[in-house]
Protein backbone atom coordinates (compact mmCIF):
# COMPACT_ATOMS: atom_id res chain seq x y z
CA UNK A 1 0.00 0.00 0.00
CA UNK A 2 1.73 3.46 -0.60
CA UNK A 3 0.72 6.42 0.87
CA UNK A 4 1.07 9.74 -0.22
CA UNK A 5 2.68 12.66 2.43
CA UNK A 6 -0.50 14.85 2.57
CA UNK A 7 -2.03 17.26 5.44
CA UNK A 8 -5.20 14.97 5.34
CA UNK A 9 -3.07 11.18 5.78
CA UNK A 10 -0.48 13.48 8.51
CA UNK A 11 -3.71 14.41 10.09
CA UNK A 12 -5.09 10.78 10.33
CA UNK A 13 -2.29 9.62 10.86
CA UNK A 14 -2.07 11.98 14.10
CA UNK A 15 -5.33 11.15 15.16
CA UNK A 16 -4.64 6.77 14.87
CA UNK A 17 -1.99 7.30 17.01
CA UNK A 18 -3.93 9.19 19.73
CA UNK A 19 -6.24 6.79 19.72
CA UNK A 20 -4.29 3.69 20.07
CA UNK A 21 -5.11 2.38 16.66
CA UNK A 22 -1.75 2.51 14.90
CA UNK A 23 0.20 1.25 17.38
CA UNK A 24 -1.98 -1.16 18.51
CA UNK A 25 -0.50 -4.97 17.58
CA UNK A 26 -3.59 -6.73 19.45
CA UNK A 27 -5.94 -5.19 16.47
CA UNK A 28 -3.57 -4.91 13.32
CA UNK A 29 -3.35 -6.98 10.64
CA UNK A 30 -0.47 -9.80 11.85
CA UNK A 31 -2.61 -10.35 14.76
CA UNK A 32 -5.66 -10.54 12.66
CA UNK A 33 -4.51 -12.85 10.42
CA UNK A 34 -3.86 -15.11 13.73
CA UNK A 35 -7.27 -14.96 14.64
CA UNK A 36 -8.56 -15.65 11.38
CA UNK A 37 -6.82 -18.80 11.14
CA UNK A 38 -8.73 -19.80 13.99
CA UNK A 39 -12.02 -18.71 12.39
CA UNK A 40 -11.67 -19.28 9.10
CA UNK A 41 -14.57 -21.28 7.93
CA UNK A 42 -16.75 -17.68 8.82
CA UNK A 43 -14.23 -15.12 7.68
CA UNK A 44 -13.88 -16.91 4.45
CA UNK A 45 -17.54 -17.06 4.04
CA UNK A 46 -18.55 -13.50 5.16
CA UNK A 47 -15.36 -12.84 2.77
CA UNK A 48 -16.84 -14.35 -0.06
CA UNK A 49 -20.24 -12.79 0.61
CA UNK A 50 -18.73 -9.25 0.52
CA UNK A 51 -17.06 -9.91 -2.88
CA UNK A 52 -20.43 -11.36 -4.40
CA UNK A 53 -22.06 -7.88 -3.71
CA UNK A 54 -19.17 -6.47 -5.09
CA UNK A 55 -18.06 -4.30 -1.83
CA UNK A 56 -15.08 -6.90 -0.32
CA UNK A 57 -12.47 -4.52 -1.19
CA UNK A 58 -14.42 -1.08 0.36
CA UNK A 59 -12.76 -1.55 4.06
CA UNK A 60 -9.61 -4.12 4.35
CA UNK A 61 -10.62 -7.04 6.41
CA UNK A 62 -8.76 -6.56 9.41
CA UNK A 63 -10.37 -3.39 10.01
CA UNK A 64 -13.91 -4.39 8.86
CA UNK A 65 -13.66 -7.07 11.59
CA UNK A 66 -12.43 -5.24 14.84
CA UNK A 67 -15.06 -5.24 17.61
CA UNK A 68 -15.33 -1.66 20.34
CA UNK A 69 -11.87 -0.59 21.10
CA UNK A 70 -12.53 -1.13 24.89
CA UNK A 71 -12.35 -5.12 23.86
CA UNK A 72 -9.46 -6.31 26.23
CA UNK A 73 -11.43 -3.93 29.41
CA UNK A 74 -14.52 -5.82 28.48
CA UNK A 75 -12.77 -9.70 28.16
CA UNK A 76 -13.74 -9.70 24.83
CA UNK A 77 -12.50 -10.78 21.30
CA UNK A 78 -10.11 -7.41 19.49
CA UNK A 79 -11.95 -8.86 16.32
CA UNK A 80 -15.88 -10.60 15.43
CA UNK A 81 -18.10 -11.78 12.07
CA UNK A 82 -21.37 -10.13 12.60
CA UNK A 83 -24.22 -13.04 12.41
CA UNK A 84 -24.56 -14.12 8.92
CA UNK A 85 -28.57 -12.71 9.03
CA UNK A 86 -26.94 -9.23 9.05
CA UNK A 87 -24.39 -9.71 6.47
CA UNK A 88 -26.48 -7.96 4.12
CA UNK A 89 -26.78 -4.86 6.17
CA UNK A 90 -22.81 -5.23 6.28
CA UNK A 91 -22.55 -5.10 2.55
CA UNK A 92 -24.97 -2.00 2.73
CA UNK A 93 -22.98 0.17 4.81
CA UNK A 94 -19.90 -0.94 2.58
CA UNK A 95 -21.92 0.16 -0.31
CA UNK A 96 -22.66 3.64 1.48
CA UNK A 97 -18.71 3.82 2.20
CA UNK A 98 -18.02 2.86 -1.23
CA UNK A 99 -20.27 6.06 -2.57
CA UNK A 100 -18.72 8.43 -0.21
CA UNK A 101 -15.42 7.85 -0.79
CA UNK A 102 -15.77 7.56 -4.86
CA UNK A 103 -17.36 11.30 -4.69
CA UNK A 104 -14.82 11.82 -2.29
CA UNK A 105 -17.00 12.75 0.58
CA UNK A 106 -14.68 10.88 2.86
CA UNK A 107 -11.05 10.81 1.94
CA UNK A 108 -8.77 8.23 4.09
CA UNK A 109 -10.10 6.76 7.07
CA UNK A 110 -9.71 3.99 9.22
CA UNK A 111 -12.32 1.87 10.66
CA UNK A 112 -12.25 1.58 14.76
CA UNK A 113 -15.05 -0.04 15.40
CA UNK A 114 -17.80 -2.75 14.08
CA UNK A 115 -20.23 -5.36 14.98
CA UNK A 116 -20.29 -5.93 18.57
CA UNK A 117 -22.16 -8.46 20.56
CA UNK A 118 -24.99 -7.19 23.06
CA UNK A 119 -22.16 -8.00 25.97
CA UNK A 120 -19.56 -6.14 25.04
CA UNK A 121 -21.67 -3.57 23.76
CA UNK A 122 -22.67 -2.92 27.20
CA UNK A 123 -19.82 -3.08 28.72
CA UNK A 124 -18.26 -0.50 26.20
CA UNK A 125 -21.22 1.70 27.29
CA UNK A 126 -22.92 1.17 23.95
CA UNK A 127 -26.50 2.63 23.19
CA UNK A 128 -29.46 -0.59 23.47
CA UNK A 129 -30.42 0.13 20.26
CA UNK A 130 -26.92 0.80 18.74
CA UNK A 131 -26.43 -0.72 15.52
CA UNK A 132 -23.30 -2.11 16.02
CA UNK A 133 -25.31 -4.67 17.80
CA UNK A 134 -28.96 -5.26 16.14
CA UNK A 135 -27.56 -4.41 12.57
CA UNK A 136 -23.88 -2.98 10.97
CA UNK A 137 -22.23 0.27 11.72
CA UNK A 138 -18.62 1.30 12.01
CA UNK A 139 -16.72 4.17 13.98
CA UNK A 140 -13.51 5.33 11.56
CA UNK A 141 -11.35 7.79 12.25
CA UNK A 142 -10.81 10.10 9.05
CA UNK A 143 -7.60 11.34 8.01
CA UNK A 144 -9.52 14.77 6.68
CA UNK A 145 -12.56 16.89 7.58
CA UNK A 146 -15.88 15.09 7.07
CA UNK A 147 -18.33 18.33 6.84
CA UNK A 148 -19.26 17.27 3.25
CA UNK A 149 -20.59 14.48 5.39
CA UNK A 150 -23.61 16.35 6.44
CA UNK A 151 -24.72 17.81 3.34
CA UNK A 152 -24.46 14.16 1.94
CA UNK A 153 -26.84 13.12 4.73
CA UNK A 154 -29.61 16.04 4.29
CA UNK A 155 -29.04 15.05 0.47
CA UNK A 156 -29.10 11.82 0.13
CA UNK A 157 -29.12 9.98 3.67
CA UNK A 158 -32.80 9.53 4.24
CA UNK A 159 -32.50 6.99 0.60
CA UNK A 160 -29.28 5.54 2.32
CA UNK A 161 -30.61 4.78 5.51
CA UNK A 162 -28.17 6.90 6.77
CA UNK A 163 -27.19 6.96 10.46
CA UNK A 164 -24.54 9.68 10.93
CA UNK A 165 -22.52 11.04 14.24
CA UNK A 166 -19.42 12.46 15.13
CA UNK A 167 -18.06 11.91 18.82
CA UNK A 168 -15.93 14.64 20.57
CA UNK A 169 -13.08 11.52 20.09
CA UNK A 170 -13.14 13.10 16.40
CA UNK A 171 -14.86 9.30 15.64
CA UNK A 172 -17.17 9.27 12.92
CA UNK A 173 -20.21 6.60 12.90
CA UNK A 174 -21.81 5.67 10.36
CA UNK A 175 -24.28 3.05 9.38
CA UNK A 176 -27.37 2.06 7.43
CA UNK A 177 -29.60 1.02 10.09
CA UNK A 178 -31.83 4.24 9.81
CA UNK A 179 -31.72 8.13 8.82
CA UNK A 180 -30.93 9.82 11.93
CA UNK A 181 -28.17 12.26 13.33
CA UNK A 182 -26.77 12.92 16.91
CA UNK A 183 -24.19 14.19 18.79
CA UNK A 184 -22.08 13.78 21.88
CA UNK A 185 -25.63 13.94 24.37
CA UNK A 186 -26.93 11.28 21.74
CA UNK A 187 -29.50 13.69 20.39
CA UNK A 188 -29.89 15.09 17.29
CA UNK A 189 -29.57 18.76 19.11
CA UNK A 190 -25.62 18.22 19.68
CA UNK A 191 -25.16 16.62 16.18
CA UNK A 192 -22.46 18.88 13.82
CA UNK A 193 -24.96 18.36 10.99
CA UNK A 194 -27.73 20.02 12.97
Sequence with gaps: MRFAVTVGVALMFAALAQAGALNDPERGPARFHQWAAAHAQRVDALERYLERRGVGSVVPLW????TASDWQRCGAEPFAVAPE??????????????????????????VVSAWRDESLNRCAAGSARSAHVRSFAVDLLPGQPVDGLCSFWKEEGRAWRMGLSRYPSGRVHLDTAGYRTWGEDYSQRSSFCR
Design 63 to 66: QLLR
Design 85 to 110: PQWPAVADTLDLLKVLKARGTLGDFE
